[in-house]
């Protein structure tokens, strides 16, 4: 019986210095949480409001706190603020990670991308580089970004403002397409950045032709540098791909013709 207690003593003992040891890990987490939410919600307080009040503030800081580390949710709740909760709330379970750190390395500018449904949806399908290029040329990469996808993301985080400009200009007016190969098109300005988009917007209308265009894609860098004229050069592929025969047939027969109707006007009546 002695020995019976002696185990069930021993068996609570462990429990409760066992419970103790969780309780005194946690304490840094619990009271960084407590610190962040009053931080957070003084600062905002209206936002706080707006979410449910600071209850519901604390559980979402708590949450985050314990999935991805105190000093990465800091980071997120100081620079976003409660608005960080409604994100959160709309990313699900295997989408909240991508969009915590693009919150954390991005603060509130990340909002534009990650607070919008059209815009986060993009972000998931595509990752960083796709949110990347939605805020360095705002109102023009999304639309741009789904029509032509991952060409359109790297096209628009090469070029500055006035180039992304451009290229949503050409989209708009159809010559962007009109040769054919926009993808591809799209990949040669994600490669070589403004220098390339400033020489496809000087020469939009000659890589309209589709023989122009594939003339330039098969070796852009020297037309690019100026080294190579693209109407030499496009004048030259057309010569080499004419196939001459029926038109040589035709002009011996053309010749033919005028010479038997000369004979025929010079023979006497």
Known sequence: MNSLRMVTVALLLGLLLGG????AQEAPLIDGVMELTESVAEGSAADTASIGGKQVLEKSIETCAKKFGLAETKRVFSTVGPEAVNVMENASGKEAPEVFKFMA???MDSLYVVGRPGRMAIFLKFGDAAGDAMLKQKGIAEAFINKFGEPAIGAMNAVNEQNAVRLGKMSASGELTAGGQPE???KVVGKYGDKAM???WRHKGALAVGTTLTAFLANPQPFIDGTKSLTSDTVGA???RVNWTPIALLALVL??????????RKRPV
Do not use: C
């Open 238 to 240: 057309i010569i080499r």
């Open 20 to 23: 103790g040891r969780v309780l």
């Open 255 to 264: 010749v033919a013709i005028w010479i038997g109707s000369g004979r025929w």
């Open 184 to 186: 591809t098109l799209l």
């Open 198 to 200: 400033n020489f496809i």
């Open 105 to 107: 390395k991005k603060g």
